[in-house]
């Protein structure tokens, strides 16, 4: 069974930087994409950034540039290094693992970012 668990969110103020971690728990976590998703209040949840099994990664337009997704498949960690926050990007930020019809989410971790 595969666990994930977010670490990471906070305050911090516009222009600030902060950088989330998901653990993952189980096994093969090498065949899973991971992606970081985002919920704000009221609005729906949408992708943030996902990396694949072999490292490549995609960005949505939002976060292109500001936002930096690794992966790290000896911890079996995957971490959003999130520059140049803005009000914006208020919201809960859940972890998200996908290997073909398995999908996991973790619990979220909020992060708030004041003007």
């Known amino acids: 069974q595969v666990q994930l668990v977010e670490s990471g969110g906070g305050l911090v103020q516009s222009g600030g930087s902060l950088r989330l971690s998901c653990a993952f728990s189980?096994?093969?976590?090498?065949?899973?994409?991971m992606t970081w998703f985002r919920q704000a209040p009221g609005k729906e949840r949408e992708w943030v950034a996902f990396?694949?099994?072999?490292?490549?990664?995609n960005y949505a337009n939002a976060v292109l540039g500001r936002f930096m997704i690794f992966r790290d498949n000896r911890k079996n960690t995957v971490d959003l290094q999130m520059n140049s926050l803005k009000p914006e990007d208020t919201a809960v930020y859940y972890c998200?693992?996908?290997?073909?019809?398995?999908?996991?989410w973790g619990q979220g971790t909020q992060v708030t970012v004041s003007a």
């Open positions: 998200n693992a996908q290997s073909n019809a398995q999908t996991y």
């Open positions: 189980g096994s093969a976590f090498g065949s899973y994409v």
């Open positions: 990396i694949g099994t072999t490292g490549g990664t």
